[in-house]
């Protein structure tokens, strides 16, 4: 198992999200060996509690002191007024909770144990964790899901954990009716990886309602397996996009559920992958090293863009991504053009040649030495 950068609260109960496969089950038996274990995902403690939640505390001794680990708490949402009940009884008591899907715990008011749990996001693993099994090219193709580096064949583990979501989460929980239509719209949805989403161009292209693509894409961050990214708006001096970027929250899951073909251009493949594995590690550090970014990019309505822009406390950084190994002025023109507006923020091109260069003050860095050394580079303070 790959030591992770998660590192839990010591005394106080917490939620702990993220989409399957992300190695959540495996690290909290690990990192909370001696805790009492319950996983909602057995169809007979599932159907001894569901209906009949008082019988949570039959599986803890009177006498126990110390972590409760309830597995998948969205099968059964009402459980928590009963973990409620026992952390304001049983003081000796701590509850580590942790879910796949926020879609149940959203949409049924249940109680979320406001101020008495904390909430906490698990995502891939990160370069860091890795260490020297890293390998970027493989990275880009399969992801970074932990079972990726145990695995045989990759490809066909990707294919059965795209398959599982649809049946055991989207399925089985009745998220659709029509599982046909939504496979459908997935293979469509990942052609807005990395791009502005136009919802309306999607459903049309997947032949189904505009309401019903919203629907499937709330789904698919319900599930934590997407998310949209926001355009960074703060003091705007120009007409903004208002559209959000889209992105599947894995680079092997993207690139697994993308149909591909002879006429698909291989460069323009590796750079959505590209940017993707960038934001995937970032997002992944900055809710790690709790660094407090919003994350968002820039794209104005003439077409200027900036892949990513991290801006808090922390710092403020735009960050554009490029795969080509050479760099040219159209690649350093949207920095320059955010800077314009933003003079306070530290610009970097992270690119696919060998050696770090700076070109009118913007730094220009090695992909590979960017993932290395990536919390130096986002460590600095800078404010608007």
Request: glycine share 6%.
């Amino acid at each position: 198992m790959y030591n992770r950068l998660f590192t839990p609260p010591a005394n106080k109960s917490f939620f702990l999200f993220g989409p399957r496969g992300t190695g959540k089950t495996t690290w909290l038996k690990t990192y909370f060996g001696d805790a009492i274990y319950l996983d909602f995902l057995r169809p007979d403690l599932f159907q001894r509690l569901l209906g009949s939640e008082n019988r949570l505390e039959e599986y803890i001794p009177a006498d126990y002191a110390g972590w409760v680990i309830l597995d998948e708490i969205q099968k059964i949402p009402n459980l928590l007024d009963e973990v409620h009940r026992l952390i304001e009884t049983r003081k000796n008591l701590r509850f580590v909770l942790t879910g796949s899907s926020a879609r149940k715990l959203r949409r049924s008011n249940v109680n979320l144990l406001a101020g008495r749990a904390l909430q906490y996001h698990f995502f891939p693993l990160t370069v860091a964790e890795c260490a020297d099994d890293f390998d970027l090219t493989k990275a880009l193709q399969f992801g970074m899901l932990p079972s990726i580096f145990t695995e045989e064949n990759p490809k066909h583990y990707l294919q059965a954990y795209i398959q599982t979501y649809l049946e055991q989460e989207v399925q089985q929980e009745g998220l659709t009716r029509n599982i046909g239509a939504f496979s459908r719209f997935l293979e469509i949805a990942s052609f807005s990886q990395g791009e502005s989403l136009n919802i309306t161009d999607v459903a049309r292209e997947a032949h189904i309602n505009r309401k019903v693509a919203e629907n499937y894409f709330s789904i698919l961050e319900d599930l934590l397996i997407a998310y949209r990214l926001p355009v960074f708006t703060k003091r705007a001096k120009r007409k903004m996009t208002q559209h959000r970027k889209f992105y599947f929250f894995d680079t092997g899951v993207y690139y697994h559920l993308r149909p591909k073909g002879v006429l698909d251009s291989p460069e323009e493949l590796e750079g959505v992958c590209l940017e993707s594995f960038i934001l995937q590690e970032i997002r992944a550090l900055n809710a790690y090293r709790d660094w407090g970014y919003t994350l968002s990019f820039w794209r104005t309505a003439t077409g200027q863009e900036v892949d990513i822009v991290c801006y808090g406390d922390a710092g403020f950084y735009a960050i554009e991504v490029k795969r080509n190994r050479t760099v040219s002025a159209k690649h350093l023109s949207g920095l320059k053009s955010f800077r314009e507006d933003y003079p306070e923020v530290t610009p970097y091109l992270v690119y696919g040649g060998d050696d770090k260069l700076e070109i009118d003050g913007i730094k220009i860095i090695p992909v590979r030495v960017f993932l290395r050394d990536i919390e130096h580079y986002l460590s600095g303070v800078s404010h608007v």
